[in-house]
């Protein structure tokens, strides 16, 4: 049982993302924006953590733990207010009455043909990858080292992520007119779930609905929640059930249902569990800024033959009921305050803000569809960070940029259609 003074520290959390909420909101009159995205899914997982910590077999929970929240929110939420009110200077319009009537315009009816053309070829030579992994790997289907050799690094790895912002299109678009859309998201979700990474399979459809929701595509409702939190489920049992009977032949039975159901709460408490512990060692795990801004300290090893800076925590902490339950994430705050100082902290979670602001800005601004994707993947990203922070990832530079060369080629094979209607 919490004692006052842990209470108070979760008080002053609750209070400062109430107070952060009202001005976000008058800010922007959405609830789709990066701080929200950041800000609402960690209170509720860690409201969630607190309730289970110290009991069913869990470790108990550090309250100091939630103080790196307390101060990284308030320092995140800066650039927003700022970019708000230059929108609202440069439009003469508050940034909250364009973002009431602003949406993506639409990809029309005909999905661009040339992103079509590139989705099927990549769907292709994946499933030729995989079925090449069947034969010529030395792991069963459905294990990690099984999904490593099919594309968990180098270039089928890079082939594999062109389809992620694909996904994120084609789930933002389909509906009525478009429900064939459904046959290449369903090729291309099957192959992110033979990859076994659950990060690539959450953050685009996650990208996608905050997108259909802030246009207003898709409403939210209890239908929708309860169908997102069956989704989730589905996932897990697709991982660590269908697939690995797929790949072994073994059955499954009430002891293989409980590990799953253990595990649903052991992921989402990992993040936040395994921070709190993080705290209670002492942090052993502290390393240098570099771990933060790996992607691009890579990309200059990668030009000068160096070795890559690999950004897998290596510190494993039990936090649950046994061995199984080990997690080496920390949160989004707290894997880079272990991999900063004050300055560093401070710098890149203003600077991190005001490049995403910029994003929203450019996409209200804009009104392109391409720019949201890159917005709303962003913001996926942000809304995972109860779990961990996903920006030291090279993806985070390269889906923003193939994003970019999707809408370079839309728009040339758009203007190449418009020619030939002029001189047809």
């Known amino acids: 049982m919490a004692d006052l003074s842990q209470l108070s520290i979760v008080l002053i959390l609750l209070m400062e993302v109430t107070v952060l909420t009202v ?12 701080l929200f995205t950041l800000m609402l899914p960690y209170t509720f997982v860690l409201l969630v953590t607190i309730g ?48 009431l009537t602003s949406h993506p315009s639409p990809l029309t009816s005909k999905f661009p043909p040339v992103l079509l053309l590139i989705c099927a070829i990549v769907i292709l030579m994946l499933f030729a990858k995989l079925y090449t992994t069947l034969s010529a790997s030395l792991f069963i289907f459905g294990t990690d080292d099984f999904a490593d050799d099919f594309s968990g690094h180098g270039l089928w790895a890079h082939i594999r992520t062109l389809l992620i912002p694909l996904i994120i299109l084609m789930l933002y678009q389909v509906g009525k007119g478009c429900r064939w859309l459904w046959i290449p998201i369903v090729l291309m979700l099957v192959l992110q779930f033979v990859n076994m990474v659950k990060g690539t399979i959450v953050i685009p459809i996650f990208a996608a609905l905050l997108m259909r929701l802030y246009t207003g595509k898709t409403k939210m409702n209890l239908k929708l929640i309860l169908m997102v939190i069956g989704m989730g489920v589905l996932m897990f049992f697709l991982i660590y059930i269908v697939i690995p009977i797929m790949g072994n032949g073994s059955e ?47 990309i ?120 030939e209607v002029a001189f047809g």
């Open 300 to 419: 200059v090893h990668s030009i000068r033959g160096e070795e890559l800076v690999s950004v897998v925590n290596r510190h494993y902490w039990c936090t649950g009921t046994d061995i199984t339950t080990l997690t080496n994430v920390r949160t989004f705050f707290g894997t880079l305050f272990i991999y900063s100082d004050a300055w560093q902290f401070i710098t890149y979670t203003l600077f991190l803000s005001t490049f995403i602001y910029a994003w929203k800005a450019a996409a209200l601004i804009k009104q392109n569809i391409y720019i949201n994707v890159i917005l709303f993947y962003y913001c996926g990203l942000l809304a995972m960070g109860w779990f961990e922070f996903y920006f030291f990832h090279l993806d985070a530079i390269e889906i923003p940029l193939i994003t970019l060369f999707y809408a370079w080629l839309a728009q040339q094979e758009s203007g190449d259609r418009r020619k």
């Open 23 to 34: 001005l976000e909101y008058r800010a922007w009159r959405t609830f789709y924006t990066p």
């Open 252 to 298: 499954a039975d009430m002891k293989l249902v409980q590990f799953v159901g253990e595990h649903i709460v052991h992921y989402f408490t990992s993040g936040t569990m395994g921070w709190s512990f993080d705290i209670d060692q002492n942090m052993p795990d502290r390393k240098d800024f570099e771990y933060i801004v790996a992607p691009v300290v890579n």
């Open 52 to 99: 289970i910590a110290g009991n069913f077999g869990y470790v108990p929970f550090n309250y100091d733990s939630i103080w790196v929240w307390i101060y990284g929110l308030p320092l995140f939420a800066l650039p927003s207010y700022a970019i708000a009110s230059i929108i609202s200077r440069k439009e003469n319009t508050p940034a909250a009455d364009i973002s």
